[in-house]
């Protein structure tokens, strides 16, 4: 888009949204946004929520994806969401229509340097703003979580410790191997525990990447492409243990929270959860582990040099072992 379409657009989004904000409210409203993953923007809340103190009775409007509309309600934030892609021509050449402009950033988006702490903390630290490390919560309606529940009995499942599976899509630098989890769901299923279902996207696209697809898991029940944001979350919320990659819908069962299994390589759990969340975590113990928070990137979009050793041997026996951690005792 050129620079004038640019501008344009800027101009439509002051003359829509944040001119009536002003004459409806007699305030200037403020901006927060991070237009990422599902993850990274939660990862936010609890320094807007601090950020908010700042300006008492003014509009907040979080700017993110359509997709993660519902999260910044969920989370407690703003009901009022927008989804301008180039929001920082709004808070670069509009701000003083602004009480405020916050746009969060981490250091691991930039080429030269790297994340040295835990995500949450890093989005608040350039304004000023000290939170935990633990995720925000997320509030799901009662008529969410019903509705969930009949989604269950549809497809044959229960609440009864329930397993909820999240193999990907994702980056491929992210995903553990097909054949991997087709030897978890055995051994799982060999010990009594067959109520799992799967979630999450069938396609998910990426940039520099393309279309990527995880294949239906078999002898498992299926609510792939069946939930929205917001039921998702409420499905997790009343599972008796999810295990995933790391994804937005990991960043989700934190915040509800329900007990997981995450399975990481080249992210480091330690800069993305609270540690009272990543005990039952498994983490590939390669050298290289950890890669996407070293400077220069090994990978990111431009592909792994090892052929993602760092998921390739992380072993079924050791996701299986945190599982049973947190199940009841198996079945003979």
């Known amino acids: 888009m050129n620079l004038i379409k640019r501008h344009f657009f800027a101009g439509w989004y002051v ?11 007699g ?12 993850g990274d923007i939660i990862c936010t809340f609890p320094a807007a929520l601090e950020l908010k103190k700042r300006h008492p009775g003014a509009t907040s409007i979080y700017n993110c994806a359509a997709g993660s ?13 927008t989804h301008f892609r180039d929001i920082g021509i709004v808070g670069h050449w509009y701000r003083w229509l602004l009480a405020n402009f916050y746009h969060f950033r981490y250091a691991d988006e930039a080429g030269e340097t790297a994340s040295s702490e835990i995500m949450i903390r890093e989005y608040g630290r350039p304004f000023g703003v000290e939170t935990s490390d633990a995720h925000p919560r997320l509030l799901i309606e009662a008529d969410v979580q019903a509705r969930v529940k009949s989604y269950l009995l549809r497809i044959g499942a229960s609440l009864e410790n329930l397993i909820l599976i999240h193999p990907g899509p994702s980056w491929p630098v992210r995903t553990w191997p097909h054949e991997k989890w087709l030897e978890l769901l055995r051994a799982l299923r060999s010990h009594g525990f067959t109520n799992i279902v799967q979630i999450g996207a069938g396609i998910q696209t990426y940039t ?4 990527e697809e995880f294949p239906r898991l ?3 029940r299926s609510l792939v492409d069946q939930l929205n944001v917001e039921e998702s979350v409420a499905l997790i919320a ?23 299994v995450g399975i990481f390589g080249p992210t480091s759990p330690g800069l993305r959860f609270a540690p009272a969340f990543t005990q039952s975590f498994v983490t590939s113990r390669v050298e290289c582990q950890g890669c ?9 979009t431009t592909g792994c040099p090892h052929d993602i050793r760092c998921l390739k041997e992380i072993s079924v026996a050791e996701v299986f072992r945190a599982c049973l951690k947190n199940l009841p005792a198996a079945k003979n």
């Open 15 to 25: 003359l829509t949204v944040l001119l009536p904000v002003i004459l409806r409210t």
């Open 27 to 38: 305030k200037r409203p403020v901006i927060f946004s991070r237009f990422a993953g599902m």
């Open 69 to 81: 509309a519902c999260l910044p309600r969920l989370g407690g934030v703003t009901e009022c969401v």
């Open 208 to 211: 520099n990447v393309g279309a």
């Open 218 to 220: 078999p002898e498992t």
């Open 238 to 260: 009343q599972a008796r243990l999810f295990v995933g990659i790391d994804s937005g819908l990991l960043h989700f069962a934190a915040c509800v929270p329900t007990t997981s």
């Open 292 to 300: 996407h928070h070293r400077v220069p990137r090994l990978h990111w």
